[in-house]
Structures are given as C-alpha cells and as structure tokens.
T-cell receptor
C-alpha cells in the first residue's frame, strides 16, 4: 500500500540552527500538509499546500517556517532558526483531494532542539 | 470555529471487554469526522470516517462509530478489545465544503487494554 515517507526519523539540532524536514507524499496525491505534535499534546495543523502554493496556515506557522515542493516528489518543511519550543514530532500528510478526503500521515520526524 | 473534545485522557479496560471512547465536536457548518489511531512510536492511521449517509460507520480492526448530530458526538466503540488495541486514539473534524481542508484534532484518549 502506498505510504507517506519522512526523513529523518529523528533529528537533534542546536537552538538557532536551520532544519529541513523532508517528505515524499503518495504519488497521485495533490494536497500536502504538515502537522506537529508536541510531546503529550494533541496533533496541531501547521500548513496545507496545493498547486504549488500554501492554501492555508495556522498561527503557529510564522515567518520562521516555510514549505516547498522542490521537485515532483518531495515536500519539505524548513524551520529557519529553531527554538526550544519547536521540539516536537512533525507529521507530513497528503490527500488526493481536499475537504472530506482521507489524509494519509507519515510516521513522523521527531525534532529535538537543544 | 471548530473544536474537538475528547473527555477521557485515559481509558483502562480489560481484554475482551467492550469500550467506548468519547468525542464531541463543535462547528457551525457541516462536518466530516474521523478517528485515527497512533501506536507507540508510529504515525497516525485512519480507523474510520464519517462523511455523509448512514450515521453508523464501521472501520478497521472491529471498531465502529456513530455520528449523532443532535448531540454533536462521534463516539468510537469496540465490542471486545484485544491487548493489541492499546494505543492513542484521536478524533478529528474537518469542515465540509468550506474550502478549508485542515483537520482539527482532539487531545487524544490513551486506551490501555489489561490482561
């Protein structure tokens, strides 16, 4: 069964450093998402991406965050200058279409900022 | 604005007993509702979803959920749980037809099945 794949599975970075989390969505999907889950808390929406542009973003997704689809298969989340509070599990997800369609999640990238 | 409430943070239950995990939502428009399961150190896997039609939906692993519009609830049930059902369960809502595709998740319910 097709799946969303994410790399790295775990990354430790120093505060202030830039981090890029990578994702390969399911190949025929058109909508892409990033969610995050701080340890012990709920899963929170960060951003959705469609047709090579951001379609929606949350208040968490500030100027420190950016997303990109650099080629036909990858979808990346960049955090420019990491803060301690960015430590979380980051989930990439994709769906065939928008509202009502099942979103398929990757296994997550665990980011630890020290 | 949408919100999802999962009243129980943890639910312990003995193996082969029935279980119900509660989920209530608030939204001013029509909604789509989902239950996801997260096993330890894994991602989120869809259990079942309600989009329209029959209010009783069946999902994988013997789970089912009932959409109750008047009570704004979407409780998850299983008649007989197994040790392997031990996991975190998340309820999520998405607004229908509004042009927004994001899910709003509840805080999760940790189901612990006891031998």
């Amino acid at each position: 069964e097709p799946e969303v794949t994410q790399t790295p599975s775990h990354q430790v970075t120093q505060m202030g450093q830039e981090v890029i989390l990578r994702c390969v969505p399911i190949s025929n999907h058109l909508y892409f998402y990033w969610y995050r889950q701080i340890l012990g808390q709920k899963v929170e929406f960060l951003v959705s991406f469609y047709n090579n542009e951001i379609s929606e973003k949350s208040e968490i997704f500030d100027d420190q965050f950016s997303v990109e689809r650099p080629d036909g298969s990858n979808f990346t989340l960049k955090i420019r200058s990491t803060k301690l509070e960015d430590s979380a599990m980051y989930f990439c997800a994709s769906s065939v279409s928008g509202s009502g369609n099942t979103i398929y999640f990757g296994e997550g990238s665990w980011l630890t900022v020290v | 604005a949408q919100s999802v409430t999962q009243l129980d943070s943890q639910v312990p239950v003995f193996e082969e007993a029935p279980v119900e995990l509660r989920c209530n939502y608030s939204s001013s428009v029509s909604v789509y509702l989902f239950w996801y399961v997260q096993y330890p150190n894994q991602g989120l896997q869809l259990l079942l979803k309600y989009l329209s039609g029959s209010t009783l939906v069946k999902g994988i692993n013997g789970f089912e959920a009932e959409f109750n519009k008047s009570q704004t609830s979407f409780h998850l049930r299983k008649p007989s749980v197994h040790i392997s059902d031990t996991a975190e369960y998340f309820c999520a809502v998405s607004e229908g037809g509004s042009g927004t595709y994001k899910y709003i998740f509840g805080t999760g319910t940790r189901l612990k099945v006891l031998a």
